[in-house]
């Protein structure tokens, strides 16, 4: 079992940034890929960003989030960070934080655990 707790969310206005965090416990963090999702209110959770594990060589993105958000890790934290910048009104979201086997994966039912998710909401 792995347990998984996102912060980081907030408000903030077009243009600004934000730093999400997502601090795993239980099973080895290094030995899962790690992604974050998004779902915004009366849409389905979509796929933001993936990295691979165990160092994060590889990184993946959704077209809508690419050169604005970076994904990274730090096993010696267990923890996973999202940097959002440029932030847009269409960022407006729950995030949350999820762990499986393969970073190529960008299906919910594809991962394994999931976090309970930190809101954030971008203004225009």
């Known amino acids: 079992q792995v347990q998984l707790v996102e912060s980081g969310g907030g408000l903030v206005q077009a243009g600004g940034s934000l730093r999400l965090s997502c601090v795993a416990s239980g099973r080895t963090f290094s030995g899962y890929a790690m992604a974050w999702f998004r779902q915004a209110p009366g849409k389905e959770r979509e796929f933001v960003a993936s990295?691979?594990?165990?160092?994060?060589?590889?990184?993946y993105y959704a077209d809508s989030v690419k050169g604005r958000f970076t994904i990274s890790r730090d096993n010696a934290k267990n923890t996973v960070y999202l940097q959002m910048n440029s932030l847009k009104p269409e960022d407006t979201a729950v995030y949350y934080c999820?762990?499986?086997?393969?970073?190529?994966?960008?299906?919910?039912?594809?991962?394994?655990?999931w976090g309970q998710g930190t809101q954030v909401t971008v203004s225009s």
């Open positions: 990295i691979s594990r165990p160092a994060g060589a590889r990184t």
């Open positions: 999820a762990a499986g086997d393969k970073p190529e994966k960008k299906g919910v039912n594809e991962y394994d655990y």
